[in-house]
């Protein structure tokens, strides 16, 4: 049974440029979940997706945006990339909390 | 808004010791969810063990427990016989109850076991 998987694992891009990072969630979830996790913090969370709609949202500009796929797999999309959006993004999928999230394993983003 | 505070950045314990890391949160909440994760290098969160506030009982998962005090709300995790696989960063985690809520973290204690 696959967990989380998230691509690409690592990623360089430029200040004003645009990423766009993707996960897949587990089998049989249903619900994906976006954190930002800046070096030496806790996960912060950015939004939810559960049938292919924005459901929660934290507290991030809307240069952040995502998108849920039928399938359930997910984007997260950055546009003008900032020196301080570079983090570890991580993508956790669930389908009856509050048993928990089940996490991937991140991309790490950096932006020069 | 709920927040979580973990007061030790860093701790080290030597391996097959007991080891307590602390955790302490605050809420209006009268129901909710709080956790533990773990992050090895490998950079993915482990749920290591979960404590549903209306219980009083303290969870247990084989060599890991809490004492959750929800008066005070604390929620501390104990380590027992420590080994070199819990090196780790490990965060404390606080959810409510509705449906696919979202967790709030604290910002980590980088635990270190010594062979």
């Known amino acids: 049974d696959a967990g989380v998987t998230q691509s690409p694992t690592h990623l360089i891009k430029t200040r004003g440029q645009q990423v766009t990072l993707r996960c897949s969630p587990k089998?049989?979830?249903?619900?994906v979940s976006w954190y930002q996790q800046a070096l030496g913090q806790g996960p912060q969370f950015i939004f939810q997706?559960?049938?292919?709609?924005?459901?929660q949202r934290g507290n991030f500009p809307d240069r952040f945006s995502g998108h849920q796929f039928p399938n359930y797999s997910s984007e997260l999309n950055v546009n003008a990339l900032l020196l301080g959006d570079s983090a570890l993004y991580l993508c956790a999928s669930s389908l009856a909390p509050p048993y928990g999230y089940t996490f991937g394993s991140g991309t790490r983003l950096t932006v020069v | 808004a709920q927040t979580v505070t973990q007061s030790q950045p860093e701790m080290s314990v030597q391996e097959a010791e007991t080891v307590t890391l602390s955790c302490t949160y605050d809420t209006s909440e009268s129901n909710y969810y709080l956790f533990w994760y773990k992050q090895p290098p490998s950079r993915q969160m482990i749920l290591v063990i979960r404590?549903?506030?209306?219980?009083?009982q303290n969870a247990t998962e084989n060599r890991f427990s809490v004492n959750f005090q929800k008066a005070a709300k604390s929620f501390s995790l104990k380590i027992s016989d420590s080994q070199l696989g819990d090196t780790a960063m490990y965060f404390c985690?606080?959810?409510?109850?509705?449906?696919?809520?979202?967790?709030?973290f604290g910002t980590g204690t980088r635990l270190t076991i010594i062979p």
């Open positions: 089998s049989g979830h249903d619900t």
């Open positions: 997706y559960y049938e292919e709609e924005e459901r």
């Open positions: 985690a606080f959810m409510k109850p509705e449906g696919n809520e979202k967790l709030t």
């Open positions: 404590q549903e506030a209306y219980k009083q």
